[in-house]
Nanobody, 121 residues
Framework: QPVESGGGLVQPGGSLRLSCITSPLTLDRYAIGWFRQVPGKEREGLLCINNDDRIKYYKDSVKGRFTVSRDTAKDTVYLQMNSLLPEDTAVYYC????????????????WGQGTQVTVSS
């Protein structure tokens, strides 16, 4: 399963880059989706990157602020988050998907521990 890291405390307007460490086979075969969840609320899809580097956004409010990229040499997918807002505070998850298109929650495997992002002054 992919493993998330890089979360932390950041001030509003700041930036943070999360990492999703996978395996070579995963990046060759699967898309990687990024999701987040606030306690007491449903998990929501943010964006996804296919194995050909095409990106699909699931949530309009992160367009222009969040982007995703892959480094196949490091078997890692990055979520770059800029202009962070307090409402971006959540646990962030990455997970495999067959494709970025289709049902957002059509995932492969199970959810990991996630990484906590807190946006606060």
């Amino acid at each position: 399963q992919p493993v998330e890291s890089g979360g932390g405390l950041v001030q509003p307007g700041g930036s943070l880059r999360l990492s999703c460490i996978t395996s070579p086979l995963t990046l060759d075969r699967y898309a990687i989706g990024w999701f987040r969840q606030v306690p007491g609320k449903e998990r929501e899809g943010l964006l996804c990157i296919n194995n050909d580097d095409r990106i699909k956004y699931y949530k309009d409010s992160v367009k222009g602020r969040f982007t995703v990229s892959r480094d196949t040499a490091k078997d890692t997918v990055y979520l770059q988050m800029n202009s962070l807002l307090p409402e971006d505070t959540a646990v962030y998850y990455c997970i495999r998907k067959e494709y970025c298109s289709g049902y957002v929650f059509e995932i492969v495997g199970s959810w990991g521990q996630g990484t906590q992002v807190t946006v606060s002054s």
